[in-house]
Structures are given as structure tokens and as C-alpha cells.
């Protein structure tokens, strides 16, 4: 994986963790949004899927939700992962940190 980017000082309050079940939405700890701690992607009983069609949806905030920003560090066992809201890791990017 490229590190071309440059993270922020916020990059100290990422909380790393050793790997996410991958559900939507779930609330565990270990799968919450590295940053602001919340939930990533919506659960499938969600009633704002009600009427949304991910086939033909092109790109909504329910779709963006689905999609974590993936960061690794270490290596094999010792490996971390950090998951965010693609809202989240644009604060860590930004300059300044300013959300
Ligand atoms: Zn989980
Ligand atoms: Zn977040
Ligand atoms: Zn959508």
C-alpha cells in the first residue's frame, strides 16, 4: 500500500485495532471508525435503505457510509488496522486538522 499522503497531527488520536468482522454498522470496538469512535456503514434492517437501490445508485452518503478508508501498520501478527468514515480520514489529511 502507498503512503503518498501525508497524515496530520490528528493522526495521533487514531485508535489502531487488530482487525474489524467487517458487518455494517456494527458497533463493536474493534470495528468502529478509528477516529470519531461511531459506527461505519448502516446496517442492512436500516430503515433508510428502505427504497434504496444499490444497484442503480450511483453514489448517496448511505453508499459513502459502506466504504471504510482502510489504513495498515506492522506487519503479520503484529499487524493494525484503522478503519474511517471517508469524512473521518479527510480530517486527518486536511491541513491543520480543521474538519
Ligand atoms: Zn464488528
Ligand atoms: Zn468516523
Ligand atoms: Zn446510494
Given at each position: 500500500m502507498s503512503t503518498s499522503f501525508?497524515?496530520?497531527?490528528?493522526?495521533?488520536?487514531?485508535?489502531?485495532?487488530?482487525?474489524?468482522?467487517?458487518?455494517?454498522g456494527c458497533a463493536d470496538p474493534e470495528c468502529v471508525c478509528a477516529l470519531?469512535?461511531?459506527?461505519?456503514?448502516?446496517?442492512?434492517?436500516?430503515?433508510?435503505w428502505e427504497g434504496h437501490d444499490r444497484e442503480s445508485c450511483g453514489w448517496c452518503e448511505l453508499c459513502e457510509d459502506?466504504?471504510?478508508?482502510m489504513l495498515f501498520r506492522g506487519e503479520g501478527k503484529a499487524m493494525l488496522q484503522a478503519a474511517f468514515h471517508q469524512k473521518c480520514f479527510e480530517r486527518l489529511l486536511a491541513p491543520g486538522g480543521a474538519a
Open positions: 501525508q497524515l496530520n497531527e490528528r493522526a495521533s488520536e487514531i485508535r489502531w485495532s487488530k482487525g474489524s468482522c467487517g458487518v455494517s470519531c469512535a461511531q459506527p461505519i456503514g448502516i446496517s442492512e434492517d436500516d430503515p433508510r459502506e466504504v471504510p478508508i
